[in-house]
C-alpha cells in the first residue's frame, strides 16, 4: 500500500516476519531493486539466509540499544575477524553476527581487542 505513493524513503519493521524463505527472499529482492531504482530502504531483519543478507549494501548491528558495528555490509566479516572472531565454514555471517553480539561466540584469535575482553562491543566499535 506504501508504494502506491511513490515514497523515497520506505521505513520496514521486519517485512520478511512469517514468510517463507522463498516469499521472504522474494521480498527483499523486489527492496533491492528499489534501491538501486534510487528508493532509501532501511528495515530491521532478524536471522536472514545468506541470499537475503548478500544484498545488504549497509548493516548496522546492535546489542542492548548500542550498536557494535556499522558500516559496509561486505565489510563486517573482516571487521569481527580483526576483534579475534572467526566464522565455522559453510556458517551464515548473519548467524555468525547473532552469535557474536548475543555472547555465544566468543574471539579465538589473540589481538590486541580480544586481550582487552572487559571491553563490550560497543566500546570496541567506538
Same mark, same amino acid.
Given at each position: 500500500m506504501e508504494l502506491i $505513493?511513490?515514497?523515497?524513503?520506505? !521505513?520496514?519493521?521486519?517485512?520478511?516476519t512469517g514468510l517463507d524463505s522463498n $516469499?521472504? *527472499?522474494?521480498i527483499i529482492g523486489l527492496l533491492h531493486k528499489l534501491?538501486?531504482?534510487?528508493?532509501? %530502504? +532501511? !528495515?530491521? +531483519?532478524?536471522q536472514p539466509r545468506?541470499?537475503?543478507f548478500r544484498q545488504f549494501d549497509h548493516l548496522t548491528l546492535m546489542h542492548k540499544?548500542? +550498536? %557494535? @558495528?556499522a558500516g559496509a555490509a561486505e565489510r563486517?566479516?573482516? @571487521? !569481527? $575477524?580483526?576483534?579475534? @572472531?572467526? +566464522?565455522?565454514?559453510f556458517n551464515n555471517p548473519a548467524d555468525f553476527f547473532m552469535d557474536i553480539t548475543n555472547?555465544?561466540?566468543?574471539p579465538t584469535v589473540e589481538t590486541p581487542t580480544?586481550?582487552?575482553?572487559? *571491553?563490550?562491543?560497543? $566500546?570496541?566499535?567506538?
Open positions: $505513493t511513490s515514497p523515497s524513503l520506505l !521505513f520496514l519493521d521486519e517485512p520478511t $516469499t521472504a *527472499n522474494c534501491s538501486r531504482r534510487g528508493k532509501t %530502504v +532501511i !528495515f530491521s +531483519i532478524h545468506y541470499s537475503i540499544g548500542e +550498536i %557494535v @558495528y563486517a566479516l573482516d @571487521y !569481527f $575477524t580483526g576483534l579475534g @572472531y572467526q +566464522i565455522e565454514a555472547g555465544e561466540a566468543m580480544a586481550e582487552d575482553s572487559k *571491553n563490550s562491543l560497543a $566500546t570496541q566499535y567506538r
